[in-house]
């Protein structure tokens, strides 16, 4: 699996879906790849926030802003319920959820060392809570 996953900052969903083609350009953000980003923000919204993976997807999450079937980009964004429950998290919290996913990916096959699985939530955490602050929400770009 080779894939950009950039969580970045946006005000609403017509300018985080500008960043379709080219990424989030000079929004604030994280880059991270190698994993599935649109499973992952299911199960760690499952993970801190309680429900199943089944009732997520069929309740439309992640919802899509914006996608292009010839290349494979999207961007999504990145649930209330999740960034609240992210932004609340205290690291111990957040850890925790960090090896349960790691041990959830590995049941699958996917190796996601639980330390860097530490630092996709904390630092995701960190760049929800500052989102917040601004009146702003979290979306991932993948290519």
């Known amino acids: ?32 790849g190698n994993f599935d980003p649109e499973g ?6 499952c993970l ?17 802003v914006a996608d292009q079937d010839d290349d494979g980009c999207v961007v999504f964004a990145i649930s209330p319920r999740l960034a609240a ?9 957040l850890r925790d959820v960090a090896v349960s996913w790691a041990a959830q990916r590995a049941e699958d096959g ?3 060392d639980a330390e860097i699985a530490e630092v996709i939530l904390s630092d995701l955490a960190a760049l929800v809570s500052s989102a917040r602050r601004q009146g702003q929400d979290v979306y991932c770009w993948v290519a």
């Open 85 to 93: 429950a992210l932004a609340d998290a205290e690291r111990s919290r």
């Open 1 to 32: 699996m080779s894939i950009i996953v950039e969580f970045f900052v946006a005000p609403d969903d017509a300018s985080a879906a500008s960043a379709l083609q080219a990424g989030p350009g000079r929004a604030e953000s994280l880059s991270f």
């Open 110 to 112: 996917e190796v996601i």
């Open 48 to 64: 801190l926030a309680g429900g199943s993976f089944e009732q997520l997807v069929e309740a439309g999450e992640p919802r899509i």
């Open 40 to 45: 992952a923000v299911v199960e760690w919204e």
